[in-house]
């Protein structure tokens, strides 16, 4: 795979132009049920870009992302709950009484506070990250081993959060539509329009975040270590560092997705954590483009999009449509969707259908190459 | 001159088989040593317990006075020993430059690299490799696009760039042409002086050329040590290894 996010010219200035156009215009056009889905949609957006780092950069093809998504989506969930049940016997969430609890779990003491909610969600999900990225990467497990390791991970969280009636409400999960913030329901026309919002900006912003990681030297690395690993060992690297840090923050970003999400889907349960989901978002970045960062934006956003028209008009045909994306992408577009328009792509269907006859030559290859420009 | 390496009484052993056996070596400061020695004598083997691949089953490993052995092979790396290897292993997804950055960049801290600018005396060190390597031209070009030869000198140029006071180089006249062989032979011992260098080759031509001292090994063990013509003249070396080269020669 090529070293891609050197993006081209004009390819990524239409695709911002179109990015902001529609953030700008979607409020005023689109009715507020179709608004909180893309609210949604590019929520995801934000952890099919941590899927990108690890994945599409660095080469760690992770099946757990669920983890931190939904750990993110618990933390924020938790503060809301609390925050709306200051009127409730014991002043604790209605759920609790359904199982007979009359005080609160410890762990759910300092999301009492706003401040602490903000952090942790970003920062509870990088630091479970970590830790379990620390382990894994520190004894060298690779490639298809670590792909396992991080679903066996995921299996574990979901039955873990899944059981857990009395302390998180197990199965049911923690609803938020109902619950208020600054007197106000989050579950609102007003509040969701601000959730929007906030999404928008914090897409653009994880964006910038990522971009400005991979843009020099540290970028170069996380590719050295996806190609050769041995070799940034022997250049006095320690790939267990980067790949630690890299893992967590792609948790963190998760997180951050996760409770985006969660505010503008009305609830957060162990349904987040199930397998097909965290495998979505690698198909969401596979089609979008691997090592594009943009890609993977426009996969996530697009292919939810999708998703959500196709199953209103055609239920049960989405599976279909999403297995054969997959099947094409990699047969057929293996860089993924802006992968392939960035490369040579668009020029050799022109001139396949007969409409453009320039065919590249060698020494426009090689003014291609020198310009840093995928050629193959 | 002062003693830079030193491997005494090593043995390396892979589920029972020694591939090495009681090896003993000493480096001095800024020389230039050929180790050659039949397939399967342990020459890789001997590479990958200086730079922390292997760990040894017995016997110490030791540089610049302090011992190495069982330490990461970051950490050997940077305590200043590089290493290339037999098939050209570069970053081939990186341009030429951003390939010699990589080596030169200090410290090699994921800190450093997101926060810290390429000082001009770090660029100035880029130009110059290249340079030597010939490949000012080519800065921008994904090292994957290079020549077989040219990926062979970006990676001991990479291994310069890293500034190690001992080289490691595994087969670096591997596939090249004779050109490029003799080319190669005369980087490496514009090299030497300034760094010590140890290289593992098949290619006697090559390792004449380079007119080292020589070490043999055969079976894990050191056969001998001396010149090209004293090896050339021990009997035991004409049966192990010699022998068979010189006939394909004629």
Known sequence: ?376 | MKELLKLSQISVSFEGFLALNDLNLSLQAGELRAVIGPNGAGKTTFLDVISGKVAPSTGDVIFKGQSIRGKREHRIARLGIGRKFQSPRIFENLTVYENLVLAISKPKTPWSLLLDRLSKKQKDQADHLMNIISLQSQKNSLAGSLSHGQKQWLEIAMLVGQDPDLLLVDEPVAGLTDEETDLTADLLKSLSGNHTILVIDHDMEFIRRLNSQVTVLHQGHVLCEGSMEDIQKNPQVIEVYLGQPEEEEG
Request: aromatic fraction near 14%; charge should be positive.
């Open chain 1, 1 to 376: 795979m090529k070293k891609t996010f050197k993006i081209t010219g004009w390819v990524s200035w239409l695709v911002w132009v179109g990015i902001i156009a529609l953030i700008i215009a979607a409020p005023s056009f689109l009715p507020v049920f179709r608004l909180n889905l893309l609210g949604r949609y590019l929520s995801l957006a934000i952890a099919a870009l941590g899927v990108d780092l690890i994945w599409g950069f660095t080469g760690l093809l992770s099946l757990g992302q669920g983890i931190f998504f939904s750990l993110g989506g618990y933390c924020i969930a938790m503060f809301l709950q609390l925050n709306t049940s200051s009127d409730l016997p014991n002043r604790i969430p209605e759920f609790f009484s359904l199982y007979g609890i009359q005080s609160l779990p410890f762990f759910w003491e300092p999301f009492k506070s706003p401040l602490f909610t903000i952090f942790s969600i970003f920062i509870i999900p990088s630091l479970v990250a970590g830790f379990l990225g620390f382990l894994v990467f520190r004894n060298r497990i690779k490639g298809v081993y670590f792909s396992i390791l991080t679903q066996a991970a995921l299996l574990v969280f979901f039955n873990f959060f899944n059981g857990q009636q009395k302390l998180i409400n197990g199965t049911n999960g923690l609803k938020t539509d109902v619950t208020q913030l600054f007197g106000q329901i989050v579950g609102s026309d007003s509040m969701q329009r601000y959730f929007f919002w906030i999404t928008a900006i914090l897409v653009i912003l994880s964006w910038l975040f990522t971009r400005w990681l991979v843009r020099d030297r540290f970028g170069d690395i996380l590719i050295g270590i996806r190609d050769d690993e041995a070799r940034v060992r022997f250049t006095g690297y320690n790939p267990t560092l980067f790949k630690t840090i890299v893992f967590s923050i792609a948790g963190g970003l998760a997180g951050i997705s996760g409770a985006l999400y969660t505010v503008q889907s009305g609830i957060v349960s162990p349904q987040f954590m199930t397998v097909p989901f965290s495998i979505e978002m690698v198909i969401w970045v596979a089609v979008g483009g691997r090592g594009t960062l943009l890609g993977a934006i426009l996969g996530a956003v697009t292919i939810n999009y999708a998703k959500s028209l196709v199953s209103e008009a055609l239920p049960a045909s989405w599976m279909f449509i999403q297995g054969g994306m997959f099947i094409l992408v990699v047969t057929a577009l293996p860089e993924g969707v802006l992968g392939w328009l960035q490369g040579s792509g668009p020029r050799n269907l022109l001139s396949r259908l007969g409409i453009s006859r320039t065919l590249p030559t060698y020494p426009d290859l090689e003014a291609r190459e020198s310009k840093g420009v995928n050629s193959q």
